[in-house]
């Protein structure tokens, strides 16, 4: 009769908080690694941010200040990803971080309105690689699990020369570890599809092991109620799901259930008073809670929450910290690419509110530790001492201690000691710096300017320049704003658009007059939208371009609006002329086609200059141009040793730059060599890459993958590939290719993926730092690609400098990139420069194939009725008188050195890119003989 109990948590339903209590300031990444990237106690929340190539964390509260908004720190913790972390159950100041860089630290955290410690308390190198996991143990003090990719050790921090204990090593990539609620045994999984339980003091071997997960495929396990071992992976076909399963017999689940066959590993999140389950997918908008019990059915849905963005990670926040008197049982953070979501589960009663459910809330495990690690390791069983939740029953928090330093703790007694071998510090990062170890920010609203308290006070004697290094590069674009246009000038309701185009494409492609979009129909159809005509596609029948074979690029020509080069699997290109107002039958005849390449087409790229001239490149390891005008092949180029990924012009039409997966950056001048001129190393990762020129053709950039997959920028200066990067930066974990759009007017590089939510933004200058981050535009859903439209398309009015058109699963979608100013009455000419008209044609095919160069004409973009803002009339001086308690107020000398530097860094702060209101400060110099 067991299975027809009634459930008092049946009828929880989750609650996602309103937008104003998000967390917002959150720059999360997409990273690939073990942890859930997001942790939480009944104060602080820590969770993964994308800044330093992961090796810094985020760090905020679990409540928000007095003032209602969050602030949320960084703390620069490790030179390499932070794989994962874990707040201490003992100490709510503690967390431990382990990382790809192959150590773990232990650091002391304040609130995050406060600055952060620049060095962890203590540094562990066990010289194993790279460390995946970290986990406290549930009730002994100064114990915790630290993985490897295969191992596992259990160290005592108090002892720090050694672990107590290093299990059996894992004969595959460790994947998930778990402890036992009463700490006796340490669960696992691992991509050999076994599970394993240890019981870390008797025997270093597994006391219990089998090989039950059904695919190799991420996983991750937990300790559920009593000897309940809960796993969430993947089955045979790839269907997520959850079994439960008897530790004591794992060779079979006793129970499981299917959660669809989505490709995010799904993070399993349980609360043992409650027997609650969350579980939420990496990448997915669903949340779904079960509950689970020791009895048939084991299993049972008691809802099904849909959020607003997708999941990056999970965290449960303690029961210490819930609002039980709204009956709230349950809490999870949800971490987004831009925010923290809180969502709250809540029992619906009568009273809410008002009176304390004791049924609802049974004794939880307090904050006193059991026992020490050195009573754990003899033989110790003792339980944390729980304790009530019931508002008046619930222990007085201790006064905290008085504030001292704290003495850094390290591997062996006697101060600071490095690791020669891996060039590791044992008592600190050498990446933690005072300057750099906290920037906080304010949520919702970001405060603008450096609050003194982070920086180092100056000596009178510091020069411009160091302070000007203090305050970091500065860009006139780094506040650009992405915004999707109006609703008025999308293209809706379009159907069976192919998604799937190769790597090499980008997707579809656009011009000032029509969009060409191909079609998941057979025959390689492609369908032409016009521009001036947005609005919702008719359900009838469009008429099409029938290119007979499947497409792999295509491109409009630059000097023609009405000409569409398309290169089918069949190793041909043809060129389709579309009728002026657009498709109005079907074509199925191209106006011309070459052939000449003897496998199938990667890409194809017009000239920049000359007309009807188009390279492509071919599986058959060539790059070949065409004369369009006399329809043959003029040039074959060779040298390429694999997959060619992306090739591009230089800005004066002389060279041409090549980016191969046989790791290799290469530049050819095809009118004096078929080899290229130049070579040199290209990023390691063979998953795909793009190249395009900036700075006027000094530069090469390449948008690639390095060998642990992540997405990167690299830099190669134009004159000297084989001297390798001059700079380069680490952006997101992601599978999809970055593809890159240069303007050559504001050396911006905008840069997205197919299929990612999020648009990069870069500023690139000739000299260091080279690329400067800007502000990220995200879509509300995953893109489908982003092409740009040309220079003229932009409204200088609003500012716009760019203008792209966004691709998603029905739609086109009108994105404007702005620069925000506040008198847009007049012409920003700081930002609008004369733009090439190359839309025009410099010189014909044959003229440049003969030896013959040109360039475009340029136009002004300012329109007859504004006025530059250079020349705007400047408006007079405002003399600011503070008040006299000011002067009468005595300063410390410390006061007087921050109010300096306070007067430095807004001198100095936007010399790039003056603000209106830095014009009424100080007065005229005529006035000073007064």
């Not at 689940?253 to 043992?272: H, Y």
């Amino acid at each position: 009769m067991n299975r027809f109990k009634t459930s008092k948590f049946k009828n929880t339903t989750p609650k996602i908080a309103k937008k104003d209590e998000w967390i917002n300031n959150v720059r999360a990444g997409s990273f690939s690694c073990q942890g859930n990237h997001i942790k939480a106690n009944s104060k602080l929340v820590a969770f993964n941010t994308e800044q330093a190539g992961g090796g810094m964390l985020g760090l905020t509260s679990v409540k928000p200040g007095s003032d209602g908004q969050w602030t949320v720190a960084q703390i620069s913790c490790h030179s390499d990803l932070v794989t994962d972390m874990d707040f201490s159950p003992f100490d709510e100041s503690l967390l431990a971080t382990c990382s790809g860089d192959e150590t773990m630290k232990l650091w002391h955290l304040c609130d995050p309105e406060q600055e952060q410690p620049s060095s962890p308390e203590l540094t562990l190198c066990p010289g194993q690689g790279k460390l995946e996991l970290v986990q406290f143990h549930p009730t002994s003090s100064d114990l915790l699990a630290v993985s490897t990719s295969k191992s596992v050790l259990i160290w005592d921090t108090s002892r720090r020369d050694a672990p107590l204990a290093a299990l059996e090593p894992h004969s595959d990539q460790l994947q998930s570890l778990s402890w036992k609620r009463d700490g006796s045994l340490l669960a696992s999984s691992c991509k050999d599809k076994m599970l394993r339980v240890f019981d870390p003091r008797a025997q270093l071997t597994p006391v219990q092991s089998a090989k039950s997960l059904q695919n190799n495929k991420d996983s991750r396990i937990l300790w559920a109620k009593d000897d309940l071992l809960l796993t969430t992976g993947f089955d045979m076909m790839r269907s997520r799901e959850v079994r439960i399963w008897d530790s004591r017999k794992l060779s079979s689940s006793i129970s499981s259930s299917s959660l669809g066959t989505s490709s995010g590993m799904l993070i399993p999140l349980f609360d043992e008073d409650t027997g609650l389950l969350v579980l939420a997918g990496m990448g997915d908008t669903v949340v779904d809670c079960f509950e689970v019990s020791s009895s048939e059915p084991f299993l049972t849905q008691v809802s099904h929450c849909l959020t607003d963005t997708s999941t990056r990670g999970v965290a449960v926040v303690p029961k210490l910290a819930l609002d039980v008197m709204s009956c709230e049982v349950m809490r999870v953070l949800q971490l987004t690419d831009s925010c923290i979501v809180p969502i709250s589960y809540q029992v619906p009663r009568k009273h809410s509110g008002q009176e304390f459910h004791e049924d609802l809330y049974p004794d939880t495990v307090g904050t006193t530790p059991a026992m020490s690690a050195v009573e754990w390791w003899g033989g110790g069983n003792k339980q944390v001492e729980k304790v009530s939740l019931h508002p008046d029953k619930r222990p007085k928090p201790k006064a905290p201690p008085a504030k001292q330093t704290p003495a850094k703790k390290d591997l062996a007694s006697g101060g600071s000691k490095e690791d020669p071998a891996r060039g590791c510090s044992t008592s600190s990062s050498p990446l933690s710096t005072p300057s750099s170890s906290a920037v906080p920010s304010r949520s919702p609203s970001t405060t603008s300017g450096l609050s003194s308290g982070f920086l180092p006070s100056p000596s009178p004697s510091q020069s411009t320049k160091t302070i000007q290094g203090l305050l970091g590069p500065t860009s006139k674009f780094r506040h650009i704003q992405g915004a999707v246009m109006h609703r008025n000038t999308h293209i809706t309701n379009m159907r069976g658009l192919n998604l799937t185009t190769p790597g090499e494409c980008d997707g579809f492609c656009v011009n000032r007059e029509r969009v060409a979009v191909p079609l998941a129909i057979s025959g390689g159809q492609i369908a032409i939208f016009e521009r001036s005509q947005p609005g919702r596609v008719p359900d009838t029948a469009l008429p099409t371009i029938q290119n007979s074979v499947n497409v792999v690029d295509f491109c409009w020509d630059p000097f023609d609006t009405q000409r569409l080069a398309v290169a089918g699997d069949d190793a041909k290109i043809r060129l389709w002329r579309v009728p002026k107002g657009g498709l109005t039958e079907t074509l199925t005849e191209p106006e011309l086609i070459l052939q000449g390449h003897t496998e199938k087409i990667y890409s194809i790229k017009f000239h920049p200059l000359a007309s009807g001239l188009l390279v492509s490149s071919s599986y058959d390891l060539t790059v070949r141009l065409w004369n369009l005008d006399s329809r043959e092949q003029v040039k074959l180029l060779s040298g390429h040793e694999d997959q060619i990924f992306g090739m591009a012009w230089s800005p004066d039409g002389k060279l041409l730059a090549t980016v191969c997966k046989d790791g290799k950056v290469r530049i050819y001048d095809p009118r004096k060599s078929t080899t290229p001129i130049q070579e040199g190393p290209g990023p390691e990762g063979p998953r795909g890459a793009r190249v395009v020129w900036v700075c006027g053709g000094k530069y090469v950039l390449v948008s690639g993958f390095d060998s642990r997959s992540e997405r990167g920028l690299y830099l190669y200066s134009a004159d000297s590939l084989s001297s390798g990067t001059i700079a380069t930066t680490q952006v997101d974990v992601s599978p999809s290719t970055l593809i890159p759009f240069y303007d050559p007017d504001t050396s911006v590089v905008i840069l997205t993926g197919k299929g990612d939510t999020r648009v990069h933004i870069y500023e690139i200058v000739p000299e260091e730092p080279y690329l400067i981050e800007c502000s990220s535009f995200n879509s509300p859903e995953p893109h489908k690609g982003l092409v740009f439209l040309p220079k003229t398309e932009c409204n200088v009015r609003d500012v716009e400098i760019a203008v792209g058109l966004l691709l998603t699963k029905a739609s086109i979608e009108p994105v404007a990139f702005r620069v925000p100013r506040v008198k847009k009455e007049f012409f920003q000419d700081d930002i609008y420069s004369d733009t090439a008209v190359w839309w025009e044609p410099a010189l014909t095919a044959s003229a440049w194939l003969s030896g013959s160069n040109g360039q475009h004409k340029k136009i002004s973009l300012k329109p007859k009725d504004m006025t530059p803002v250079s020349e705007a009339p400047k408006e007079a001086p405002v003399r600011k008188y503070l008040p006299s308690s000011v002067y009468l107020e005595e300063k410390t000398d410390e006061q007087k050195k921050e109010e300096l530097l306070s007067a430095m860094v807004a001198k100095l702060g936007n010399m790039d890119d003056p603000l209106p209101q830095e014009s009424f400060q100080g007065v005229d110099e005529d006035e000073w003989d007064d």
